[in-house]
């Protein structure tokens, strides 16, 4: 029952608004997948029929509806060395390795490596991605480009005008539909000098078919494809994910990390046995079909076959729409995309999640690589979130009768052990040295073996110089922990405790 009711929501619960939003975005995916053809080396077929097969098969097989997948440029830059050095075929070859891959990262369960994506950093690669989308409109903005004028500015002021003004009349058709259709047969009847979706690159005129990538079988062509393979994969989960996040976001609803890492990896596979490049979830796509109003997969499904529809049956007409249309889209997308809320919060939100929202935006838009980006800016999350921990930690001394008492408190681990060792300086160098030590770590939390060596030490130091010594105060974890690594200490008796289950 509940199976079939997901059925119902996710296919047909939002049918007129998901058709309409996804030729929408099979419009957009166009120019797009040509362009990312070109990155790649390869015929712009290549990418047009990667699009195709890898939004309808992941419409079927992802575990975010609503969301698009098609060829991206995350994924062409990575291929740019195998396609001049190998050829096409081996880019085939690769892409389905890359979806096997991904399976396997699926079955292992790599998805849940999110957890450790924070906020910050989503908010980086959504602001980074923004730029870098109207970065890309920009050669059909420069002044002296061919077909760049006045005519097309005007129609990319009339284009915005329609995708912004239109809703507030109707919303019975998206807004940057309407853009797109009356412009091109304005173009048309006109004859408006400006460049069109053709200029872009030849569509091609007829069906893919399903072929095997012609390489030998080899472990040579193994060790050629495997390295490319590994990195369009990472790179392809990583932006997967975290577009997956950022339209959880706007929609308010939740989605299957592990079925959609599992569904690219079966995408990608369809893709290049249909002749097409590998590729991913793209947030611009997924921002037009959700501000369209495409909410279930049946907008995915309907922006693949559309775009299939185009190429085989409306090449022609498709070809003369005008490419500023289609860049007053992008340029609503990267609007929409970018989290303005991000720049007061500067001010507002503590220095540490400002620098790494920054260095992920920074490292994006100067690499123009997503995965550097974000992996520079979980590092450094992970360096303030160490330092932040090592500053919760401290080590009061008391003298009570013939005793000198240590009282731990906070985190003992690898980046604290220092401060740790540290704090136990010799005890005759105390003003009031004592000849029994009691170390007090019950407020303390032992989480690793360079804790456990830390206790070690500072153990043997204190009994080397004469002192005798007490640990009391262990928690279950931490005894554990020391039972096991410990050296010169045990739990127990010695240490001031009874025996622990």
Not at 4 to 9: E, K, M, P, T, Y
Not at 215 to 236: D, F, H, K, N, Q
Not at 246 to 252: F, K, L, Q, R, S
Not at 256 to 271: I, M, T
Request: neutral net charge; charged residues 15%; aromatic residues 8%.
């Amino acid at each position: 029952m509940k199976n079939s009711d997901a059925l119902r929501r996710d296919w047909f619960g939002n049918v007129r608004a998901d058709i309409l939003a996804g030729i929408v975005v099979a419009l957009a995916l166009i120019p797009e997948a040509i362009g990312f053809s070109i990155i790649a080396g390869v015929d712009p077929r290549v990418g047009l029929y990667a699009s195709v097969a890898i939004a309808m098969v992941i419409a079927f097989t992802g575990g975010r509806p609503g969301m698009i997948s098609a060829a991206t440029a995350a994924v062409a830059v990575v291929v740019v060395p195998l396609v001049r050095e190998y050829g096409v075929e081996y880019l085939f070859a690769a892409t389905i390795l890359m979806g096997v891959f991904q399976g396997v990262a699926a079955l292992l369960r790599f998805d849940l490596l999110m957890q450790f994506v924070s906020r910050s950093v989503i908010t980086g690669f959504v602001n980074a991605l923004a730029i870098l989308i109207f970065m890309a409109q920009l050669p059909q903005l420069i002044p002296g480009n061919p077909g760049v004028g006045l005519e097309a500015y005007a129609m990319v002021a009339a284009a915005l005008a329609m995708i912004y003004l239109l809703p507030r009349v109707t919303t019975a058709i998206p807004s940057p539909l309407i853009a797109i259709v009356v412009l091109t047969a304005l173009a048309i009847w006109l004859g408006v000098p400006v460049n069109t979706v053709a200029d872009m690159g030849e569509l091609p005129d007829g069906l893919p078919y399903f072929v095997l990538p012609d390489v030998p079988l080899t472990w040579e062509t193994l060790r050629i494809i495997a390295p490319y393979s590994a990195t369009m994969a990472a790179v392809g989960l990583l932006e997967s994910l975290l577009t997956a996040q950022i339209v959880d976001d706007m929609t308010h609803t939740g989605s299957d990390k592990r079925r959609e890492s599992a569904g690219q990896g079966a995408a990608n596979v369809v893709a290049a046995l249909f002749g097409g490049m590998g590729g991913c979830a793209m947030i611009g796509q997924s921002v037009i079909n959700v501000t369209s109003g495409g909410r279930g997969r049946l907008s995915t499904f309907v922006a693949g076959l559309s775009l299939l529809v185009m190429l085989v049956l409306l090449g022609d007409l498709v070809g003369r729409v005008p490419m500023p249309a289609l860049v007053a889209i992008m340029i609503m997308v990267s609007i929409g995309t970018f989290s303005w809320n991000s720049i007061p919060n500067l001010a507002k939100h503590p220095w540490q999640s400002s620098v790494v929202m920054l260095t992920t935006v920074g490292v994006v838009v100067v690499t123009h690589n997503l995965a550097l980006g974000v992996l520079a800016g979980v590092i450094l999350s992970g360096v303030f979130f160490t330092q932040k921990v090592m500053g919760m930690f401290s080590v009061v001394r008391t003298r009570e009768g013939e005793s000198a008492i240590y009282r731990a408190t906070g985190q003992v681990f690898y980046a604290s052990v220092d401060r740790f060792e540290a704090a136990f300086g010799p005890e005759s160098a105390q003003p009031d040295p004592a000849r029994h030590v009691v170390i007090d770590v019950s407020s303390a939390h032992f989480w690793d073996i360079s804790a456990v060596g830390a206790l070690d030490k500072v153990v043997e130091r204190m009994r080397r110089n004469g002192r005798s010594v007490r640990i009391v105060g262990l928690n279950r974890a931490s005894a554990d922990l020391v039972d096991k690594f410990a050296l010169t200490d045990k739990t127990g008796v010695e240490s001031g405790l009874a025996p622990h289950p």
